[in-house]
């Protein structure tokens, strides 16, 4: 396995030893594998542009072809055959999503060339369907073969840290190195450059390292560029805080459902998330459950009511909703109101609001009652949230929308976001708070009718 640090030419890296093995081996086989098929793809061009220099020809005549568009067997953006000695089933590479079918061919060399991005490590069941993935990719490597991972650190429980404890000989070099050891180091402060060197000055400058820092957060920095996540006493919140209970669901006092929508299925928009905690007669809230999600505005609203159903079921007298406040939140809670007199079940909704406060400050007033004991976690339903809570460092970037829903919990508690009504409407159609503004701008927007979001 090759750690190294994001821009720092991993897949240029990767790419050229590539060619060197296929120069090398005459009939190996690769199968290049990425985050996504696109990517996996670049890389194979990257391999295929070193054979087509003349000066590969000329000190590889019988190892590369004169022109592989019209010589080779296959030439694509997915696969390639270089000239072999004998016959041999499959392509010399072969590029592929990690999430793409393995199919029943073999190869001597798998190479991962960053399997881990933004999307796939955001929630612990992502994380959990790539390492399905590499087991699966596993599978079709020849006996005696190398499996070859090369990519950089999202969180301290990602798929790198699973392949570091399968016991794979690690090669990590960050960012910033010792100049007397040659060690992996910390990125130094001003001042201090000169005991330390940079892994590609040309790529990076100390100053240019500083700006990423103070962009990304200093915990996911010293994952992403120091390779080495910061200890546990440079955290906002400690696995030691955390108590775990399985959810009560006798004598309860009050049920607390909120949400904070994102009401898009694009890849890269951050989920919708319906968080819920249960306070008891007696002892500390527990949250019982954190559900992050894509979501359609109906997807939402459907949740809601199958969340309220359950514990009203359950004999809990208030069950209390709260939403997000905000345009397209406005607008949902107008929507919940619209089904509840379809389904007749109804329900006040309240409004969360941030008050002017930067999410940081928000979060940050979850610690005390973490740390004090004052919340319990139901673990098997609320890994996405406790993840995010141990990851959080106050970076603005990051996904945080689990944590960002639980921090409206203590104003709730505090009883100082109580329920309050919307202002009727009364010119729906030109009212950009609207139901039916919102309805009209999405038609608009993306040509089909509100009811096929």
């Known amino acids: 396995m090759i750690k190294a640090p994001r821009g720092h030419l991993k897949t240029s890296l990767i790419a050229a030893w590539i060619f060197q093995l296929l120069i090398r081996y005459r009939n190996i086989r690769v199968f290049l594998l990425s985050a996504s098929y696109d990517r996996a793809c670049d890389t194979l061009e990257d391999v295929k542009l070193f054979m087509i220099q003349p000066w590969c020809l000329t000190l590889f005549p019988r190892r590369v072809w004169a022109n592989p568009f019209k010589d080779a067997p296959t030439w694509t953006h997915e696969q390639a055959i270089m000239p072999r000695d004998h016959s041999v089933s499959g392509a010399s590479i072969r590029a592929q999503s990690i999430y793409g079918k393995m199919t029943g061919q073999h190869y001597e060399v798998i190479v991962l060339d960053d399997p881990q991005d933004d999307e796939n490590t955001k929630t612990v069941a992502n994380i959990d369907r790539v ?239 973490f740390e004090n004991s004052g919340i319990t976690l139901n673990k098997l339903a609320t890994e996405d949230l406790r993840r995010q809570l141990l990851n959080y460092d106050g970076s603005p970037n990051k996904h945080d929308d689990h944590a960002d829903c639980l921090a409206y919990l203590p104003d709730i508690l505090e009883g100082s976001m109580e329920f309050q009504s919307y202002e009727t409407i009364l010119y729906p159609e030109t009212d950009v708070n609207s139901l039916e503004y919102q309805i009209a701008q999405m038609e608009s927007d993306q040509g089909r009718p509100w009811h096929a979001y």
């Not at 990590?172 to 130094?188: I, Q």
């Not at 994952?223 to 910061?230: A, H, I, N, P, V």
């Not at 159903?309 to 997000?324: D, H, N, P």
């Open 131 to 369: 390492k399905t993935k590499i087991r699966n990719a596993m599978s079709v490597l020849n006996p005696g073969g190398w499996f070859v991972f090369i990519g950089t650190p999202w969180s301290r429980d990602d798929v790198l840290a699973w392949i570091d404890d399968m016991g794979f000989t690690t090669y990590c070099r960050s960012a910033v190195l010792d100049k007397l050891t040659g060690e992996n180091a910390r990125l130094p402060e001003e001042g201090e450059e000169y005991r330390y060197d940079l892994l590609f000055p040309r790529k990076f400058s100390f100053k240019e390292l500083r700006e990423v820092k103070a962009i990304q957060g200093k915990m996911f920095f010293s994952g992403q560029y120091e390779l080495d996540f910061l200890p546990d006493e440079a955290v906002a919140f400690k696995e030691e805080w955390f108590v775990y209970q399985a959810t009560p669901n006798k004598d309860l006092r009050k049920v607390y459902i909120l949400c904070e929508p994102a009401i898009s299925r694009s890849a890269k928009a951050d989920d919708s998330v319906i968080l819920t905690a249960v306070q008891p007669l007696k002892g500390p809230i527990c949250v019982a459950k954190s559900r992050g999600f894509r979501a359609s505005v109906q997807d939402v609203v459907n949740a809601l009511f199958d969340e309220y159903a359950y514990w009203k079921k359950q004999g809990v007298k208030e069950v209390g909703v709260w939403v997000e406040t905000g345009a397209y939140q406005h607008a949902l809670k107008q929507w919940i109101e619209k089904d509840q007199k379809s389904r007749h079940v109804y329900f006040m909704v309240g409004e969360l609001k941030h008050g002017g406060r930067k999410k940081a400050t928000r979060i940050g007033a979850l610690q005390p009652m």
